[in-house]
Structure formats: C-alpha cells, structure tokens
C-alpha cells in the first residue's frame, strides 16, 4: 500500500480533521502534508499497485519521475499553505484544501483513466469551496462558472476516456496517438490548463477565493493538467503553437490589469503556456523543462499570492487605484513578494532563472527560433507587470490614507520559507534537476545567459521608470474572451429561451384548445367546431344523451363496414 500513501494521508486527513477539537486543527493540518512527504521519499521508481476491476484492471498507483516531480511539489506546496493558513478556523476549507490536494496527488500517481477520472473529479469539486468560502456575491457567481467549466470539460473528457476504451480496450493511462477520442480528452485537459479560450473560469475564480485559498488554487489545477499533457500529449506540434500563444496572452492581459489578483491570475495562464510549449515540443530536454518550470512556478507563484493575499487581509484593498503608499506599514511584505516576483521574471540566483531557461534552451535545441524570440518577449512583459508595476504601485506610488490590519505570523513564516527555498533552487538548480523524468546537463550559469537576461531586466527597469506616469492603474472592467460571451448571450438567449418559450407557449395554446373542444364536443358533438364559452355551473347538463348518440353512430359504422366486407 506504500505507493497509495501519497494522496492517502491528505485524503485521510480531510476525513478526521472534523473530529478533531477548532483548536487543535490548524497544527493537526501540517502533519498530513508533512506525512505525505515522508512517504514520497520512500517510493521505489516504477512500483505500481493494481486492482481487478470488471474485465478490467486499474493501475491506482504507478511511480516513475514524472509523477515523482509533480508529487515532490505539491506535498510540499500544501504544507507551506498550511503554515499560511494556520490561523484559519473555518474547517470547510481546511477539509476542502486537503481535499484539494489530495486529490491532485490521486491524479498525479493514476496509472488507469478510470482512477484518473474519479480524482479530477474530486479536484474540482473540492476546490471550488475554496471559492465559495469569501461568503461574497462576486465569489459566489464566479465560483459557480468555475464549477459549471470544470463539470463541463470533465463530461467531455469522459466522454474521450470512453471513446478510447472502446477504441483500444485498455484503460492504462499512457501516451496517446493522435485519434477522435485523444482530441476529446484533450479538451478535457486544455480546460484545466487554461488554454485560451478556455481559460476565462481562472482569472474570474483565482481573485474572488478566499485570502488562503487561491494560495492553494494556484498550485495545483493547472498544473494537474500540464502534468497529463506531459504524460499523454507529449510531442503534439499544436501545443507548441498554443503554449507560445498562452505566454504572450497572459502578459498583455495582466498589463492591462487593476486588480492586484487578476495580474497574478493572467500570469498563470502566461507561465503554464512556457510548460505548455515544452510539452509540445516533446523531447526529453522539453518535458524535463516543463517540468522544472510548473515545480518552480507553483512556489513562487504560491509566494506571490501569499504577498498580495497579505495586501489585502491587512487593508482590504486590491485595486492598484486604491492601493498605494503602503511600504512602511508592510515591508517584509514587499520583501517576500520581490522574491516571488524577480522568480517569475527569471532573476539570476532564483528559481524561475534556472527553470524558463531550460524550456527556452529546449526550443534552442530544437531550432524553434520563433517560438525562443516569443517566449523572450512573454519574459520581458512578465517583469514589467508583475516585478514592476504592480508592486510600485502597490507599496509605493500616491500614498493613500489606508489602515492596516496586523498579519497573522503563519502568514510571514510561510512567506519566508517559500522564498527560502525559491533562493535555494536559483542558487544551486542541481536541487531541481535531480528531480525531473529525465537527466539534465543544462547549466543555466554561462556567461552568455547571464548577459543577456540582465540586459533585457535592466532595460526593461529603465523603460518603466521613464513610463510610469503613463502606466498608471486605470479603474476599468478589462474583457476578455468575455466580450464575445456578453455579446452572445443575448442572442443565444433569444433564440434559446424567448424564442424557445414562445414556441412551448404556443403549442401549449392549441394543447388547451384542442382539450377545451374535444371536451365540449363530449357534451355535444356538433359542438367541436365553436368557441369556448364562460363555464356557468347553473347551465350544466347531463352527458347520458351524448353518450348514447355517440354509440349509435359506433355502430351504425361498423354495421356498414362488415356489410361492405361481405361482398
């Protein structure tokens, strides 16, 4: 049973948690992700656990590097959110992140579609509480799309799962050949990785979850997803297209931003589109890239999230319009968000320089020189944004007169050792690569690589100094892909339901007249043809007269038609 134990202890955890005494859950809650962590340790590669199942067999548990790397950071990321929420009382979303995470690890370690399945599932009916938690109209309806997305992309993928059963006879979860049913699972995962268009539940959901929460919800659904592209869609040329695209979506859309959040949540969608290409582009160095980037993304984009979740539990704000001025109140605040947001940018000595630049030298390799130019640029719009913009406006610009509320300390120890080991992996990445599906001899420290990334920070600095009267948060509503869906509901909504409606109003019109006459001509025959009348009790009759004329003229017929048979 060892190689179940990843996903057990959180899994078993959500079910004792409520047993336990309100004061003694938040320190109860660490020890679960710490116990899953323990047992990772202690998985020999390529064990797998099976269990008949009809003619079937299920793979509940397989072990190789991929799923070893994937399984690594997320114990990990649900044990630093724990720390960040351990002053959080509500047991509904203690439960529902180790759901949450659990979950995510199911699917990680699934060998078979079947457990894979039954896994996603879980995922996104957990996480939505995370959403749902805010207690606010906003989070309501946004958690409610994200439900309705999620329950959506998991009945197509259902759908492909089956369809490839029938096809193939086997419910092992490997690479798939390119097929009907692969596009519909493909689907299926797209959703979850926020592909565009696609990916309009995230950046609605992510900000309105609770403080805590999208800690959490920016760990782990998308790259759940990244890692079953990695497993089944590597080497599909599509992605690549579609990865490169991600990276420089999410950049233009979070420029263009208010919300301190939603930046943060464009920027998913940008950072998943660089693990998203790698896959596509299919080589060991690629996936080993891919890789490297979600484990390092889901730690500094967890730290990132904790920094502006601080923000806004200390001052109830997340606009940069009504943010500002507020770096002497908060700054080890700013301290830990910085570190989280030079990773992103690909600072030398932090995580994100050793991991995007193994999936740009990938690209390299495979002499993809458009898709290298496009992800440098996506790099430059990611600092500009998230290392740049937000946080001068956030601790710095107009100062505002904004009262802070006192940070809970779990909060600053998470902070803490999320950057910690976000350094750690900048400064020595032999920590990271050891852990990857395959071996890597990338050495991210030449003095080539280290020239040209400090040129393009350091101009792109310099152009935001110059600009940043120009690039002041603005108080709009940004649409996205939204657009099309505002304009299109009124149309589908006319045809669909007005439309729709006036067909069944209509018919149910004629129903009713038809009832009303054939139930005068009970009472009357020659009366079928008239118009109903105003029911006057008083004018009731007896149908006795009626009955009889009826049953005569049945057998006056049926006289004549056995007369006309005999002939």
């Not at 998203?276 to 484990?295: C, D, N």
């Amino acid at each position: 049973m060892i190689n179940l134990a990843p996903a057990f202890p959180l899994l078993l955890g959500a079910f004792v948690l409520p047993l336990v005494p309100r004061a003694f859950r938040s320190a109860l809650f660490l020890i679960f992700p710490l116990a899953a962590l323990v047992l990772l340790s202690g998985l020999e590669s390529n064990a797998t656990i099976a269990w008949p199942f009809l003619m079937y067999e299920l793979v509940v548990s397989r072990v190789d590097g991929l799923s070893l790397a994937f399984g690594y950071v997320f114990a990990l990321v649900a044990l630093l959110g724990g720390v960040y929420s351990f002053h959080i009382k509500d047991l509904g979303q203690q439960v529902a992140a180790l759901l949450y995470a659990g979950s995510a690890l199911g699917v990680v370690f699934a060998g078979d579609w079947l457990t894979l399945y039954v896994f996603w599932e879980i995922m996104a009916i957990s996480s939505v509480w995370l959403i749902w938690s805010a207690r606010e109209l906003r989070s309501s309806r946004a958690g409610m799309r994200y439900l309705l997305m999620h329950l959506f992309g998991g009945v197509v993928l259902l759908a492909g799962i089956l369809w490839h059963i029938n096809q193939t006879g086997s419910l092992l979860f490997i690479s798939l050949p390119q097929s009907g049913a692969a596009l519909l699972i493909l689907f299926g995962f797209a959703l979850n990785g926020a592909i565009p268009p696609l990916h309009t539940w995230l950046v609605d959901a992510y900000p309105e979850a609770t403080v805590t929460g999208s800690v959490f919800l920016s760990a782990f659904t998308t790259k759940t997803a990244v890692y079953v592209l990695a497993r089944g869609f590597a080497g599909w040329e599509i992605l690549v297209v579609a990865g490169t695209v991600m990276a420089l979506y999410g950049v233009i859309f979070a420029f263009l931003e208010n919300d301190i959040r939603r930046i943060l949540a464009y920027h998913i969608v940008s950072q998943v589109g660089y693990m998203i290409a790698g896959i596509g582009l299919g080589t060991e160095v690629a996936v080993s890239g891919a890789t490297a980037h979600a484990f390092a993304h889901i730690l500094y984009k967890g730290l990132l999230f904790m920094g502006t979740g601080a923000v806004l539990y200390a001052t109830g704000q997340r606009k940069l319009t009504e943010l500002g001025g507020i770096a002497s109140g908060l700054p080890w605040v700013l301290v830990f968000y910085m570190v989280g947001a030079l990773s992103i940018s690909g600072f030398p000595l932090l995580s994100g320089f050793v991991s995007k630049a193994l999936v740009i030298h990938a690209a390299e390799l495979d002499h993809r020189d458009g898709v290298v130019l496009l992800l440098s640029v996506a790099s430059v719009g990611t600092f500009l944004s998230v290392g740049l913009k937000l946080p001068y406006f956030t601790w710095f610009g107009v100062k505002r007169s904004l009262q802070l509320s006192a940070i809970p300390p779990g909060m600053y120890i998470a902070m803490a050792l999320t950057s910690m080991i976000n350094l750690a992996i900048g400064v020595a990445p032999e920590i990271l690569y050891r852990v990857l599906p395959f071996a890597v001899e990338y050495r991210p420290y030449t003095a080539a690589h280290l020239l040209e990334t400090l040129e393009l920070l350091t101009f792109t600095g310099l152009a935001f100094w110059f600009l940043r009267r120009r690039l002041y948060g603005k108080a709009t509503l940004t649409l996205d892909f939204d657009w099309i869906y505002r304009k299109a509901a009124p149309v589908l909504r006319r045809l669909l339901v007005v439309r729709v409606n006036q067909g069944f109003a209509f018919m149910e019109t004629v129903a009713l007249d038809a009832a009303q006459r054939l139930s005068r001509a009970s009472m009357n025959p020659f009366a079928l043809g008239s118009r109903p009348r105003s029911y006057d009790p008083d004018d009731a009759r007896s149908p006795v007269g009626v009955v009889l004329l009826v049953v005569i003229v049945c057998f006056v017929i049926l006289l004549g038609w056995n007369y006309l048979g005999s002939f």
